[in-house]
Structure formats: structure tokens, C-alpha cells
């Protein structure tokens, strides 16, 4: 029998037509699983920052060709999480500083959010410990227990330190006592402490002094004295422990010195009062100028008016621009101002009038300046400043 062929066909034709009519179907794709968890060491301390964990499925590679193709990093309380993982079975390999501390292994479903323990006081981990690695990570649990509690104590202590100044600014001087009485019970050996009490025992002297000249009453009362002498107790303390400290602070002992001048000097102990400021002085060099002249105001404040023109001296030797001393010293030499038996002129003593004008030539409006002016003028002095009446 003869087959004919059909004209305008191919042998492929109706082969590939079929193919084309065939519908193009896509398979479902596994959903990513998720990761979260903790790294810690032995002693349940977090890893340092810049440690990672790494997911591989690569078992039998050597550890230096093995491939990662997953990582999240440790934050700074070892926890890491990460997500885009495709389902199988990982290993995760916690990584510090580049080197391998740990790892788990870990079989991970479509769609899991999977909670990976790779903290190092899990059992699993401190059974494969060797007895000398156990003795040496309790030895090392019971040093950091200690430490973590020094640590606690010196936290408490400086929010106690912060409350007491802002106390102390405040006028809260009460409360800044009790705050520093404890802080001093606990810590002993702290200078700043110590000299942080005394500020608060000091502002509270200072209240009651004032408190008596605003009623008109003695300002030297026995109780208002041992205001003071507590107050320098204190820094005296302060400055002890200082010294006694492995690095002694110059300037909380040159602040502290400073301090107990005023005590001393509010409580009538010039002598002691001078000796203190000069202390400061030697403590804290860089701050002559101040320390003198406070040395010279309490001086003054007391009535040893020469002793008061020897340290005012000090201070401008030491701080030629501090007006104030300028000041100190004029007050103390006027007093001793003369009549001159021929002229019947009043006669200031050497170096009062230039005092004075150089208070007027570096504070021209200064809160002395009115007054100085007064007294030149009285002397028969010409101002030699820019000082003009009316001036604030």
C-alpha cells in the first residue's frame, strides 16, 4: 500500500505544537527559617563585640575550607538573631576574634524561628571539661563575683556623690550630710568623699552664721564654731586619705586645703587658716593667685590687717590681674592712714592710693569701684581709670 504525504506538514510539527499547548507550572519554594539565641563563656559572661555566629552545612571540610554562608554578629550582651535561612541540617559555629570557641549542630525546618543555647555553662559543654578547666573557671567565678560587687558598690557610691552636689548646689545641706555620713561608713579610704561631706557640713556652717548676723546675734557662738571644726574634720580626713591613695589628686587636695582655710578662719583660728591656704598653694600651684587671696579676704575678714597686706601681696605676685586683691590690700592699709602735723592733711600709708588705683584700672566697674573712687577722691587723689560716676 502506498502512503501518501500531506502537503504543508513537518515530521516535528504536531510534536511541537503539542509542547507549546502545555501550561508552564512553577514549584513551591520552602519557606526561610529563622534564627535567634545567646553566646556566653564559661562563666556566663557575654563574648565580646565583634563575635559573630556562622551557619555552614559543610561537615567534612577542613576548618580552614569550610565555607559559611551564613552570619549574624553577638551584641554586646552575646545575643544574635538572623533570618533568610534555607531549611537543612547547620552547624553553628560561634567565632572570636577569628578563632572558634564554640559550636552546635542544629537541623533547621521550613518556616523555623529556632532558639540556638550556645552558652558555655550549658552542661553539655562544662562535662567536656577537663578538672583543672573546672577548678580554674570556679576560681575565676568567685574573683568576678567580687569584682561585680565592688563594681556595684562603686555605682552606688558616685549616684551618692551626684545627689550630694546637686544637694550641696541646692542648699540642701541636710540632706547632703546624711547622703555623704553613709557614703564615708562604707568607703573610708575615698577622699572625695570625705571632702564632699565637708562641702555639705561647710554650706551649712555658712547658713547658720548668716542666719545669726540676719537676727543680729553672735556669729561666733560656741555651736556655730563646731559647725566649722566638723567641717575641717572632714577634709582633714579627706586630705589624709588622699595622700594615703595610690594616685594622690592635686586638685582635690589644693580644693580641699582651700576649704579648710574658710573653716578655720570662719571659727577664729587664723594661724590654722594660713597654714591651710598655703598648703593649697603647694598642692596646687597653678592656682597661687586664688588661694592667696582667699588667705588675704580671711585675714582681713578677721581684722589682722598686716598679715592680710602680706598675703594680698602673695596674690598679686602671683596673679597681677586679680583686682579683687588689689582691693584686699587698700582696705588693709587705710586704717592705718595719718594727719600730717604740718598740713593737717590726711596721709595714706605706702602703697594704699596704688592699690587702689589699680583696682580702678583693672575693674572700672567693679562692685568696689564707687567706693574706691570715694576714698581717692577723699585723699585728694585723681582717678587715673575709666571709673565714671553713675557707672553700675
Known sequence: MTVKKISGFKAWSLAAAATLAMPSIMLAQPAPASVHGHASNPAGIAFPVGGEVRFTKDKT?????????????LDAQGSFKGTGLAPGDYVAVVFVDGK????????????????????????????????EEKKNLEEFKKKNAEVMAANGKVANLNAALASARADNKAGNYDNAIKTMSDATAQKPDEAVLWVTLGDAQLG????????????HTSTMDVAIVEKFKIAAASYEKGIAANA???????????????????????????????????????????????????????LFNAGKTDEAVVAADKAIAADPKRAEAY????????????VDPKTQKIVA??????????????APDGPHAKDVSDILTGFGQTVKSSYKAGKK
Not at 572558634?100 to 562544662?126: P, Q, S
Open 61 to 73: 571540610s577542613d576548618p580552614k575550607d569550610r565555607k559559611y554562608p551564613y552570619a549574624f554578629p
Open 349 to 362: 600709708p605706702p602703697g594704699c592710693m596704688e592699690a587702689y588705683q589699680k583696682y580702678l584700672e583693672l
Open 204 to 215: 551649712a556652717a555658712n547658713a547658720a552664721q548668716k542666719a545669726a548676723r540676719d537676727a
Open 100 to 131: 572558634t570557641v564554640d559550636f552546635t549542630e542544629v537541623t533547621l525546618a521550613a518556616g523555623d524561628d529556632k532558639d540556638i543555647n550556645l552558652d558555655e555553662t550549658r552542661k553539655e559543654y562544662t562535662d567536656k571539661m577537663t578538672p
Open 244 to 298: 594615703a591613695s595610690k594616685k594622690p589628686n592635686a586638685e582635690l587636695v589644693g580644693v580641699a586645703y582651700n576649704q579648710l582655710g574658710q573653716c578655720y578662719g570662719k571659727a577664729g583660728e587664723t594661724a590654722e587658716s594660713s597654714a591651710a591656704y598655703e598648703k593649697a598653694v603647694v598642692a596646687q600651684p597653678t592656682q597661687a593667685g586664688m588661694y592667696y587671696f582667699n588667705e588675704a579676704a580671711t
Open 327 to 338: 582691693f584686699i590690700k587698700g582696705q588693709s592699709l587705710v586704717g592705718k592712714a595719718s
